[in-house]
């Protein structure tokens, strides 16, 4: 048979398109992922049954921030926010409904979580310069950088007790703040809990092998803290006081989304901040490890989207769900990372939006 030119330039395209194929399967990828095989997500119904009542939250700062992760109010009710650009915000809610911003410090790295401690100084997880203390005139001071010779990767979040102890988590040593969805790829434990001592100034690492440390929260008697594995879907408590001192278990495991930050009102409820909803996509990708590997090597763009759902959660100190808030399309509030009760409001930040949001408890 005679091999025409259009038949041979299609032979000669087709093993072309084979080739590359076959490079980009056998080329190495940014991650070594391991299989992981995630519970069936836990009904909405209950406690945790979809309302709207998030889409009733106050916008604070609308178009004017950029990324602000965690919230903090101080002493006076001014609201502070740590901000993609490295800074920290200030805003002054006026009583005719109007507001100020001004910049307060600024960090040169990536602020997250933030926690005023008793003398008013504004303790800070920076995910590029580590654990920072903000005095009241703005500067910063760093605290601590390292832990048991590893310096910390992704400083995360931060609760500081009665005594000056900083509670704070260190998301994963492999893995940057502009790679997170790496991390969740890999699904390998690069997480750590810390705490900082205020009398020598060390450093001393509680818990090792977390799946995305992320929010830390304290019990209302301190005889507990939290911290959210992000990317188990659960929370890990580790005891302080008691028995169990220095031993840990799961709080609660297997929740609907993805828990990003916690806090405690000292009186008994932790809010639990959910970045979304559990993705569908993402919990059949899981058990595969070529699939997450291949997935890894293509632009973002093409990974699977998180769904826009704003999602708060109340817990008792037993694990239990006790309230949720909820904004089902996304619309007003979303992509909530964290939740701290002031007074009788919730101020929620977020990761990449820009604006901070409240509702009235």
Known sequence: MRTTPLRTGCVGALALVGGLVVAFVLARGPIDPASYDPPQPPPMAGALAPNELLREAQRIADGKVAGPEDVAVDGEGRIYAGLADGRIVRVTLGEDGGESLETFASTGGRPLGLHFDAAGHLVVADAVKGLLRVAPDGSVTPLATKAEGLDFRFTDDVDVASD??????????????????YDLLEARPYGRLLRWDPATGTTEVLL?????????????DESFVLVNETYR?????????????????????????????????????????????????VDRLHPSVFAKRQLAKLPRFLWPRPE??????????????????HDPTGERVSQVTSAEEVGSFLYLGNLALDYMSRIRL
């Not at 000056?164 to 997170?180: K, L, M, T, V």
């Not at 993805?258 to 008994?268: A, E, H, I």
């Open 164 to 181: 000056g102890s900083i509670y704070f988590s260190d998301a994963s040593w492999r893995f940057g703040h502009e790679s997170y969805l």
């Open 208 to 220: 090792r092998d977390l799946y995305f440390a992320n929010g830390v929260a304290l019990s209302a």
């Open 233 to 281: 879907y659960r929370i890990t408590r580790y005891w302080l006081e008691g028995e169990r001192a220095g031993t840990s278990d799961v709080f609660i495991d297997n929740l609907p989304g993805f828990p990003d930050g916690v806090s405690g009102n000292r009186r008994g409820t932790f809010w639990v901040a959910l970045f979304t909803v559990r993705n569908p996509v």
């Open 308 to 325: 826009p759902y704003g999602l708060v959660v109340g817990l008792d100190e037993t694990g239990r769900v006790v309230r949720s808030f």
